[in-house]
């Protein structure tokens, strides 16, 4: 499956210890994403801001757990976290970019957390 296209997942599943979410898509290809980058990365207002300069760098959760996954129509979920975080909707195509870009994500994220003297 090519990587430009966004296909809707067949199957989420949470991690036993609640701190990975693997998405199996069709065809057989996989994306695993951990709970601390679902939750640094939320597409929530509340750590993407209104506009790209009001982006929060969010820290502290190295250990932040998925409590749960609800179902929003047919196009997204909301991920609930254990530390009370639940206001983002991951739609497909926003997992599927994740998915695709999660290393160049992350060591963005790093980045602003080491620039900010800010850690995990």
Same mark, same amino acid.
């Given at each position: 499956?090519?990587?430009?296209?966004?296909?809707?997942?067949?199957?989420?599943?949470?991690?036993?210890?609640?701190?990975?979410?693997?998405?199996?898509?069709?065809? /057989?290809?996989?994306?695993?994403?951990?709970?601390?980058?679902?939750?640094?990365?939320?597409?929530?207002?509340?750590?993407?801001?209104?506009?790209?300069?009001?982006?929060?760098?969010?820290? /502290?959760?190295?250990?932040?757990?998925?409590?749960?996954?609800?179902?929003? /129509?047919?196009?997204?979920?909301?991920?609930?976290?254990?530390?009370?975080?639940?206001?983002?909707?991951?739609?497909?195509?926003?997992?599927?970019?994740? /998915?695709?870009?999660?290393?160049?994500?992350?060591?963005?994220?790093?980045?602003?957390?080491?620039?900010?003297?800010?850690?995990?």
């Amino acid at each position: 499956m090519s990587r430009t296209q966004s296909p809707t997942p067949d199957e989420l599943v949470v991690s036993k210890d609640r701190r990975r979410l693997t998405l199996r898509y069709p065809g /057989g290809e996989a994306s695993e994403l951990t709970a601390e980058f679902l939750r640094v990365i939320s597409p929530s207002a509340e750590v993407q801001g209104h506009s790209p300069d009001q982006k929060v760098t969010v820290a /502290g959760k190295r250990d932040v757990a998925i409590s749960d996954i609800r179902p929003i /129509g047919h196009y997204a979920v909301r991920i609930v976290f254990d530390d009370g975080h639940d206001s983002g909707l991951y739609t497909w195509s926003y997992l599927f970019r994740l /998915g695709a870009e999660k290393d160049a994500l992350w060591q963005a994220h790093l980045n602003d957390l080491a620039a900010k003297k800010l850690s995990r």
